[in-house]
Every structure is written in structure tokens, then in C-alpha cells.
């Protein structure tokens, strides 16, 4: 069975980021980037399930200009048999991303997609879900457990929601979208990124896969969100209970 | 045109999420709708046509929406769509779930998170953990939102209930299937998504039993457990009381960080709680930079001060 990993690259979580001077974006220019922490989940399962015989290859997909070749390289040194990069120098939404992605899963036959919930820069958690329904494919997001049975063309899931872990069967082919405590990703060997370089990565202009991208958003600001202010510290547990009930009056 | 809100319940009761969109509805349109769709939920109907400002309850009772399966409510949401300018549902685990499948189904862009309503097609959400807000317009044919309950009111009751339509629609796609949950027994606790007051526990405590601890202090305050990342990670507390950026967004009218340093990605969860207390025995934790109140001293001993002092009160 074939699977497709997506890799985002995104600012190094890190960091503390800088919106630019016009108030349209977050700086990215000359910023430390890194492949989105829950796409590193996602690459790390797909190589567990690789190596457990369940999965045949992993290709793995970035969309966006050259500098995320990097992040593709990565996702070679972590295991994956091959690269698709989807040239653009725009910045897609996440429908127009899934439309991107559904052209490919079905170019590379793929019976699995594994994503990212979310990318740490917009937050959107849309994507997966979004390409489960173009494809009309069963979804599993925010999972924390992945259990295939390829004889019964079925997965079972665990699920992180607000009421706790809910475990689900899906049918194959599937789209899952990866939680923080599904796995923990491996360290990467240096002979690994070394072998990485070796790897094919191949470039694909955006407009050949999708002629015409249809976006009905448009950011008109990015701001700083409101800053709380330093408080007052005191120094003792009866000092902090007297405040809360004379001052702040919320006990 | 209309509002359809899609209503979080577990087919007993309506989820008090749904009433916080209920207040966002009204700043789009005056005609709004909501969506209850599960098995045999006529409890929950009830409870939804008696909110304010609430035009019209519908109903699908399926067995193939009991358990809210993204891949069936999507497809019958698609069906009804064509009545509604907007289409909204919550930012928890079950709007993040199903809304982008519906807004894919229908080929229009979603917008998530929103905490403000500055216009009919202009929004404001948070992105990179909340460290930037970004303004959004929107000129599509409709409108697709994932709500932030927190960030709006509760909407009201209102004096007599609202007409209730039901839907003979049934999509049963066979694409998945519910097996089980594994829920945390919270004794009592209020629920962390409601609870006036919250109680966090982070990397500074290192057992399960020290978050017992936490939770005689919870017990007095009538407070519901959080959780950073850390103490997730760590296996201390199960994944569905953690507050941050890929968790919970919570804010109460008192936060109590217990041994939380601050990492940007929790503070996403917390920051708009009206007071924030930090307790940690480094000075230098980030926490400190905007809690209203602070103490340095060791969680250990303060926790257990605390909870006597509330006794004795």
C-alpha cells in the first residue's frame, strides 16, 4: 500500500515571530524554518507502518516555492522513498491545497494520506478533513493510535476529542490527521540525511496539476494581539487568597 | 439569508458551545437556525428551541448520527446548505472535525477559529498560537465559520419555544464506524470548557497523585483540572485537559497555573481568562509576564496551604 505524507514548511516553532511593517503577514523572510512539528508526526508514523510491512512507500509532498525543497529533504532523511515538490510562489488555503493533493493521490494511486491536524503558522486544521471529502474517502483526524488491517481493508483509530480518546473503524483508502502523542519522532542520523541527498525530488508546476485557483479570502490585517500586563507578585499563599477575594474579588 | 448553526450535544444534552455561537449568529443575521442532528435527540431539540433569538430547531434522527461521524454529517449538512448564507459550527474537536469536510463537499473556503465579528463578511482569528490576529475578508456565496465559543456570550432563553422542523434525510456512508470511548472521570469536577474557574498542572508536578493534590484545591474552588502539554505528555492526565494552542482555549474568570512555566503554545489556551494566577517556583518563568498574580515558592507547599486556607474560610 502507497502512502502520502504531507510536509509543511513553516517558522520554527521556536521562534517568536515578527509581523512585517505593513501589517499584511508574519515575517518569514530570513526566519529559521522547520517542517510543521504534526507533519513530523505523520512521517514518523508512516515509517512505523513501513516498517512493520504495512506500507510499501512513502512519498512525501510539499507545496510552495524553492526554499521548501529543504523541508522535503528532511522528510527523505526521515524515511521517505520519494518527493513531490508543487511549485508556487503563492500561498494556498487549505481547499486549494486539498485540491492539489486529491489530483495526487489519485496520479499515485495512493490507498493513505497522512497529515498534519494543523500547521503551527495559520492554525487552519482544515486540510485533512478537507481532502477526505473531495476524495469521498473515510477521515481519521487528531489520532493518537493508527491500526491497519490491510486483509480487512480497515483501520482502527483512537481519537483525541474534548470527551476523550474515541476509537473508530475506517475504511480504506483513508486520510488521517496526526495528534501530538501518536509517536514521537525519531532523531535523524546524519548517514540518513547524508542517504537523503541522494533521493529523487521531483518539481511539479502548480498550474499543471490545477489550471485555475479560485480564492475568495483576503487578509486585510495582521496584528499583534492585545499584551496582558505584568501583574503583582506577592509572597505569601495568605497575601494571594486575600487578593483574590478583596481585590480581584473572583473567589 | 439565514444562520444554521450545527449544535454539539451527546443526544441528552445540548453542549452550552452551541449557546455561545448563538450570540455570534446574531451579529451575521436576524433568521437563525440550528442543526441538531443524532440519534433520538428530542431532549436536546427542547433545549435548543428555547434560546433566545433562535428561529428554528431542525431535527435528524439517525442511528447514522449518533455518534456524530464526520463522514454522515457532512453529507447532510451539504444537503440543507443551500438555505443559508452562513454555516457555523464550534472550534472544539467535533466543528473542527466535521466543518472543513462540509465546506469542501460544498467548494467553499472555511474560516477558523473566529473570535470577532467586525462585518457580514469580515473576521478576525488568531494564528501562530494566538500570537498574531489576522483580519479576514470573505466575497464567497457563503460563508463557512468554526466559531470560538469563548470569545462570545451565552445567549439567553427566551419566553416561548421555536418552531422545530424535522428532517427525513438519512446519510449512512458506511465510511466509518464508532466503537467506543474512552472518557476521564472527572468526579464531580465542573467541565474544563465551562468551569468559572480552572486549576492547571504542568511540568512542575511529577505523579499522577500530585494532580490529586490539585484537585482537593479544584474540590474547594468549584474548579475544573487542566493541563499543560508537559503534564499530558507525561501521562500524568489524559489528552482532553489540555488547554493550549492544539488543546482546549479556555478562559474562566480565574486561572490558576500550577507549576506551568508558559510556553507561547499553552498561554493560547489560557490567555484570555479574566485573572490569571501563577505559582511556580521559577522566578523566571514566562507565566509570571502576565499573570495578574504571583508567587514564587514551591507548588508542594503551597497547594496544600491553599486548600486548608479555603477549608478554614
Same mark, same amino acid.
Given at each position: 500500500?502507497?502512502c502520502l505524507v504531507t510536509v509543511k514548511q513553516v517558522?520554527d516553532p521556536y ?15 530570513? !526566519?529559521? @524554518?522547520a517542517m510543521n512539528p504534526f507533519d513530523e508526526i505523520a512521517m514518523e508514523e508512516a515509517m512505523r507502518q513501513k516498517e512493520a510491512?504495512?506500507i #510499501?512507500?512513502i512519498?512525501a509532498v510539499s ?8 523541508t522535503?529533504?528532511q522528510a527523505?532523511a526521515r524515511g521517505a ?6 511549485? %508556487? ?7 486549494? !491545497? +486539498? ?10 494511486? %495512493?490507498?493513505l494520506v497522512l497529515l498534519g491536524k494543523q500547521a503551527i503558522d495559520?492554525d487552519?486544521n482544515?486540510t485533512g478533513? @478537507? ?9 481519521g483526524t487528531f489520532c493518537s493510535s493508527v491500526k491497519i ?6 483501520i482502527?483509530v483512537a481519537r483525541e %476529542?474534548?470527551?476523550?480518546l ?8 483513508t486520510v488521517i490527521t496526526t495528534d501530538l502523542r501518536l509517536n514521537e519522532p525519531r532523531y535523524i #542520523?546524519?548517514?540518513?540525511? @547524508? ?5 529523487? !525530488?521531483?518539481? !511539479? ?5 490545477? #489550471? ?6 483576503? %487578509?486585510? =490585517?495582521?496584528? +499583534?494581539?492585545?499584551?496582558? =500586563? ?5 509572597? #505569601? ?5 486575600? =487578593? ?8 | ?64 448520527? &449518533? ?20 454555516? /457555523? ?5 467535533? $466543528? ?68 422545530? &422542523? ?14 467506543? /470511548? ?37 474540590? &474547594? ?8 502539554r508537559a503534564?499530558v505528555d ?5 489528552n482532553?485537559?489540555q488547554?493550549g494552542q492544539t488543546g482546549?482555549?479556555?478562559?474562566? &474568570?480565574?486561572?490558576?497555573?500550577? $507549576? ?5 503554545q ?27 498574580? $504571583? ?19
Open positions: 500500500m502507497k517558522v521562534i517568536n515571530i515578527r509581523i512585517n511593517s505593513d501589517h499584511t503577514a508574519v515575517e518569514t523572510a530570513n !526566519i529559521k @524554518m510491512g504495512i #510499501s512507500s512519498t507545496i510552495g516555492p524553492i526554499s521548501v525543497q529543504e522535503l529533504r527523505l522513498d520519494e518527493a513531490i515538490h508543487v511549485v %508556487t510562489s503563492q500561498t494556498l488555503t487549505p481547499l486549494n !491545497i +486539498a485540491k492539489v493533493l486529491a489530483v495526487l493521490v489519485k496520479q499515485q494511486q %495512493t490507498q495559520d487552519c482544515q478533513q @478537507m481532502l477526505a471529502a473531495l476524495l469521498g474517502w473515510a477521515q488491517d490491510v486483509a480487512n481493508q480497515g482502527t %476529542t474534548d470527551y476523550g474515541e476509537t473508530l473503524q475506517l475504511r480504506l483508502p #542520523s546524519l548517514p540518513n540525511v @547524508m542517504q537523503a541527498k541522494r533521493k529523487p !525530488i521531483s518539481s !511539479i508546476n502548480l498550474d499543471s496539476i490545477i #489550471s485555475e485557483l479560485r480564492t475568495e479570502i483576503k %487578509t486585510l =490585517k495582521v496584528e +499583534a494581539p492585545p499584551q496582558r =500586563k505584568a501583574g503583582i507578585m506577592v509572597q #505569601s499563599v495568605n497575601e494571594l487568597l486575600h =487578593k483574590l477575594q478583596h481585590e480581584a474579588q473572583v473567589i | 439569508m439565514a444562520v444554521l448553526i450545527i449544535a454539539e450535544h451527546d443526544n441528552l444534552n445540548l453542549n452550552d458551545v452551541t449557546k455561545h455561537l448563538v450570540t455570534a449568529a446574531q451579529q451575521l443575521d436576524t433568521e437563525i437556525h440550528i442543526l441538531i442532528a443524532g440519534f433520538e435527540p428530542q431532549q436536546v431539540v427542547t433545549q435548543a428551541s428555547t434560546l433566545a433569538n433562535v428561529n428554528c430547531v431542525l431535527q435528524a434522527s439517525n442511528n447514522a448520527y &449518533k455518534y456524530q461521524l464526520a463522514e454522515n454529517l457532512a453529507s447532510l449538512i451539504q444537503t440543507i446548505a443551500a438555505d443559508y448564507k452562513y454555516i /457555523i459550527a464550534p472550534a472544539t474537536t467535533f $466543528g473542527k472535525n466535521v466543518l472543513p469536510r462540509v465546506a469542501a463537499l460544498l467548494d467553499i473556503e472555511q474560516i477558523s477559529d473566529v473570535t470577532a465579528i467586525i462585518s457580514k463578511n469580515t473576521f478576525v482569528h488568531p494564528i501562530y498560537a494566538g500570537n498574531a490576529l489576522e483580519t479576514v475578508a470573505t466575497s464567497a456565496a457563503k460563508i463557512i465559520l468554526t466559531i470560538r465559543p469563548t470569545a462570545f456570550m451565552m445567549c439567553n432563553l427566551a419566553a416561548t419555544n421555536c418552531k422545530i &422542523k424535522n428532517l427525513d434525510l438519512v446519510f449512512e456512508l458506511n465510511l466509518s464506524k464508532y466503537l467506543s /470511548i474512552e472518557t476521564s472521570a472527572n468526579n464531580g469536577l465542573p467541565d474544563l470548557s465551562a468551569a468559572a474557574i480552572v486549576v492547571a498542572g504542568g511540568r512542575g508536578l511529577h505523579t499522577k497523585d500530585d494532580f490529586e493534590m490539585l484537585k482537593q484545591l479544584a474540590i &474547594k474552588l468549584h474548579a475544573a483540572i487542566g493541563a499543560s503534564a507525561a501521562g500524568l492526565v489524559p482532553d485537559l488547554i482546549k482555549v479556555v478562559a474562566p &474568570k480565574l486561572y490558576i497555573a500550577v $507549576g506551568i512555566s508558559g510556553a507561547i499553552h498561554l493560547a489556551g489560557m490567555k484570555d481568562s479574566k485573572i490569571i494566577v501563577a505559582i511556580n517556583k521559577d522566578p523566571e518563568a514566562p507565566i509570571f509576564k502576565l499573570a495578574d498574580y $504571583g508567587l514564587v515558592a514551591d507548588l508542594y507547599q503551597v497547594i496544600p496551604e491553599l486548600t486548608l486556607l479555603l477549608d478554614a474560610k
